[in-house]
């Protein structure tokens, strides 16, 4: 009966949140001012909220049928050093040019309904001072009159309910075949990770453009922006040898739609996403049950450590999927120890290897960690085969990782320069007493609650200051998922060999348990420690643990005490978990985007639409961090002819330095003074002071300079 109404039922509730989501898109206004580009963080002053601009503002306007009645308050100020400031306002073409007056003022302008967006540029002064800031015009408030059908609105509505029938639909045959379940981990898992990835996290961080870059050249040149054809074992990057899968994921999106940010993140955020319903299959796999499975899945997906991982297209954020990946793959292999299972290890070992370079120690840690519990299993089982036919039925698996690892290994051992970022990071000391001391600290610092539930790594880079990398909610499950792991290998240790336990009961925990010790290893031989990227691993065992802890309860039967502890522990997640999403999504933005370098791309798409009319194009690296790759991002020539004209010198031990591109120096601007004429003024996109480009000429030539402020 339940399944004879479920399709119809299902299809009701699309409807409903279809409806819902209407309600929201049609209630949008037709213009705002979070939507607008080109602007300062907000200040207030006498009561009063306004935002300084750069030197182009640029208005997005949802579409109407009918013409958009649009009202602009802003002003000019002026100082000493300032003329008056000249505005232009246009859509596909100029509407007005004008001189807005020192005090705030009222503008009015009727746009025509194919309007997209409203742009207004300025010219643009350094007030007197410390503030680093070129400043435009003052926008104090913004709003629109729409007139006729929302277009765009009406498209968007027409489009989620599409998704909304599909979705419907695709959940009625997921409860069918038994996969609601992962089905809704993952969707759950996905939206929390692709949920405003343009705002957040704000800029565009080095590592990740370097991927898109090389993914880019692969697709164009089958060679990687240096010029190396293929590359399998490691791309060579920023001299710095990156470890290749995630360029290799994103290489048919970039084929797609280009080098563009979001298309890595995109990437990393499916990827990431596949976590939860991996740590759910493993979950099932150990024997937790269903409310473990969930709570282990639920964990993955609402990790705030996961979700800031896979939000930036960083191999770290690889790692939680392809970790867990590996170790469903693994158990499966000690329970069954089959030929198949054996292959399906070595192609996720095989893969997982080139993630992140954590896992080039970790991953094989645990595959030598599995093939000992396998052996150990192997014996003590009363019927096991003979060892030669175990041998014959694994040495297709080995053979097959042997492949997979090869270009790994021929890195490793042949290419000295590969180890450039090991060799900076690596843990030193003066005696091995002392090593030893320094390597405790950073690995035992792992088992300490100070990362997990106050402060993380402390570095904003990997985290939201003042949180740490779990939810300090799931505590409770965690400790008890911990005493139930460690019981049961002590339970192992006292059972005879003829004991009735199955397999699973018998050698799973004690694997667990050591892929709980290896996890923190690789980190802990580097500084600084803790370190959120380098740790990553721990994540997907947190989550388990915290499974293992809910298996427990639920199988007290005591309704009362299940539901009632349930109750209160997600509540406490949810609560704790929204804290922090408020703090990343509101103040996070704030605090790191001058790091991540917000408003570089946007400049240098800019400088090299000026390019043309121009003999060089000074790059400023003192201010500039790896201007290069940004440059390349922009694509302001083939990939072939840019593979051609880079300049590079190679340093051992260091990280490249690249002098040119063609036209495209990388130069000291330090020498240069600050009063070059404007050409553009870029602030961040989460408001941030950003960079500037300005107009030079040296012995005659025309020279085009790109700075931060």
């Given at each position: ?21 209407c ?7 037709a213009?705002?001012?979070?939507q ?68 705030p ?17 300025s ?99 089958g ?106 793959a ?23 290897l ?65 180890s ?50 779990e ?26 060999r ?41 994540a ?18 005591r ?60 790059i ?42 063609g ?23 989460s ?23």
């Amino acid at each position: 009966m339940l399944q004879t109404y479920q399709r119809p039922v299902l299809l009701i509730l699309a409807l409903c949140l279809w409806l819902m989501g209407c309600g929201f898109i049609l209630s949008r206004p037709a213009v705002s001012m979070e939507q607008v580009s080109g602007l300062y963080a907000a200040e207030v002053a006498a009561g009063n909220t306004y935002r300084w601009s750069g030197d182009q503002i640029v208005i997005p306007i949802t579409h109407h049928s009918g013409p958009t009645l649009l009202d602009i308050r802003m002003a000019a100020p002026r100082w000493p050093e300032r003329t008056a400031p000249e505005l232009v306002l246009a859509t596909s073409s100029p509407l007005a040019h004008l001189i807005p007056p020192a005090e705030p003022r009222h503008y009015r302008l009727l746009l025509p309904p194919n309007a997209p967006s409203l742009t207004l540029q300025s010219s643009v002064a350094r007030p007197p001072g410390n503030d680093p800031r070129w400043l435009g015009v003052v926008v104090y408030e913004l709003a629109a009159q729409p007139h006729g059908l929302p277009i765009t609105a009406l498209y968007l509505n027409m489009l989620t309910l599409v998704l909304a029938i599909a979705a419907a639909l695709l959940l009625d045959w997921a409860i069918r075949r038994g996969w609601a379940t992962p089905l809704v981990l993952t969707g759950l898992a996905f939206v929390l990770r692709s949920i405003d990835l343009s705002h957040t996290p704000p800029g565009w961080r080095i590592d990740e453009v370097v991927s898109l870059v090389d993914a880019w050249n692969l697709a164009q040149t089958g060679r990687d922006h240096l010029g190396h054809p293929w590359p399998l074992g490691a791309f060579e990057a920023l001299g710095d040898w990156i470890a290749p899968l995630l360029t290799y994921l994103e290489l048919p999106f970039v084929a797609l739609f280009g080098p563009q940010r979001l298309v890595g993140r995109g990437v990393t955020a499916v990827v990431g996403a596949l976590a939860a319903p991996l740590g759910y299959a493993l979950a099932q796999r150990l024997g937790l049950g269903r409310a473990g499975a969930i709570t282990t899945g639920l964990m993955m997906a609402l990790s705030p450590w996961q979700i800031f991982m896979s939000r930036i297209a960083l191999p770290p954020a690889l790692v939680p999927t392809f970790w867990t990946l590996t170790l469903l793959a693994a158990v499966h292999f000690i329970q069954t120890r089959e030929r198949r299972a054996a292959i399906g290890l070595a192609c996720a070992a095989g893969f997982a290897l080139y993630a992140y370079p954590t896992l080039k120690m970790a991953v094989p840690l645990l595959v030598a960690l599995a093939l000992v519990i396998a052996l150990a299993a192997w014996w003590v089982s009363p019927d096991r085969p003979h060892l030669g036919q175990l041998i014959r039925a694994w040495l297709p698996a080995g053979l097959l990782l042997a492949l997979l690892w090869a270009p790994f290994i021929s890195v490793t051992l042949f290419n000295p320069a590969s180890s450039t970022r090991l060799g900076q990071a690596a843990l030193r000391a003066d005696s091995a007493i002392e090593w030893l001391r320094a390597w405790w600290a950073g690995y035992s610092v792992y088992f300490q609650p100070a990362f997990y539930y106050q402060r993380g790594d402390g570095s904003s880079i990997r985290g939201v200051p003042g949180f740490g990398a779990e939810l300090w909610a799931g505590l409770p499950l965690l400790l008890l998922g911990l005493v139930i792991v460690i019981k049961r290998n002590v339970a192992l240790v006292g059972a005879r060999r003829d004991a009735p336990l199955r397999d699973t009961y018998r050698f799973i925990p004690l694997f667990i348990l050591g892929a709980i010790l290896i996890a923190p290893l690789p980190s802990s031989v580097t500084t600084p420690s803790p370190h959120s990227y380098r740790g990553a691993p721990i994540a997907p065992l947190y989550a388990l643990l915290v499974g293992y802890g809910a298996a427990w309860l639920w199988q007290q039967r005591r309704p009362l005490l299940q539901y009632g502890i349930s109750l209160v522990l997600a509540v406490g997640l949810l609560w704790q978990w929204g804290i922090w999403w408020q703090a990343y999504t509101q103040e996070y933005p704030h605090i790191q985007a001058e790091l991540n370098q917000d408003g570089l791309a946007e400049t240098m798409r800019r400088a090299v639409d000026m390019a043309a009319n121009y003999d060089e194009i000074w790059i400023s690296y003192d201010s500039i961090g790896v201007p290069y790759i940004f440059v390349l991002a922009a694509q302001p020539m083939p990939a072939n002819e840019s593979q051609r004209l880079i300049e590079v010198q190679r340093q051992p031990g260091r990280f490249n330095a690249i002098s040119r591109i063609g036209r495209y120096q990388f130069v000291d601007t330090r020498t240069l003074g600050w009063d070059l004429p404007i050409l553009a003024a870029v602030p961040g996109g989460s408001g941030s002071r950003g960079f500037v480009i300005q107009a030079w000429e040296e012995a005659g030539k025309r020279i085009l300079v790109v700075r931060g402020m």
